[in-house]
């Protein structure tokens, strides 16, 4: 019996929830999923990240998703946005990671443009900024079907204090 999952239609987004720190733990705790990220996060920092989506619902800040899908609406993975600074501009930021048993089905690019959506109808920014490493040629794929317009190479922190080069995808809501 393989590993990998195939996901069934359909595909939805919920609400980041207090149970859903597995999700956190499977992507951003994982070797394979955080390669180009720096590598895989200690629970510490998963528990604060965990704690951060939380604390994103109702703030005006932003929103976590889980990714959901199959019948029993299994998750997937996750997909947020959030308030930041670019450029001197107020915009928002965008992240997605998506658990490995369901890569390679286009979960990300199917979550990405549902949670785009939410950030229009937040009506809060105008453009949205995703900053893929330029290596991440997955994730650089799913700013291109999304919709999202490369406006150049640049380099940011991330984790905070590791210097990498990323792609400035975006996208005009």
């Not at 932003?62 to 001197?88: C, H, K, L, Y």
């Not at 890569?103 to 949670?115: E, F, H, K, P």
Request: charged share 20%.
């Amino acid at each position: 019996m393989s590993d990998r999952i195939v996901a069934a239609e359909p595909l939805e987004l919920r609400d980041w929830a207090a149970g859903d720190l597995a999700v956190v733990e499977g992507t951003m705790g994982a070797a394979t999923a955080t390669r180009h990220l720096g590598g895989p996060e200690p629970a510490a920092k998963l528990a604060e990240r965990h704690a951060r989506y939380l604390a994103l619902a109702g703030s005006g800040l932003g929103r976590m998703f889980v990714i959901v899908t199959g019948p029993d609406a299994q998750p997937a993975g996750s997909v947020g946005f959030w308030d930041a600074e670019w450029a001197g501009a107020r915009v928002y930021e965008m992240g997605w990671s998506v658990l490995p048993a369901f890569w390679g089905q286009g979960i990300a690019t199917r979550a990405t443009v549902l949670a785009l959506a939410h950030a229009r109808e937040a009506g809060k920014h105008r453009r949205v900024h995703a900053f893929p490493s330029v290596e991440n040629l997955a994730s650089n794929a799913v700013c291109r079907k999304a919709g999202f317009t490369l406006a150049g190479e640049v380099e940011v922190e991330y984790p905070k204090g590791r210097p990498m080069r990323a792609h400035d995808w975006r996208y005009d809501l």
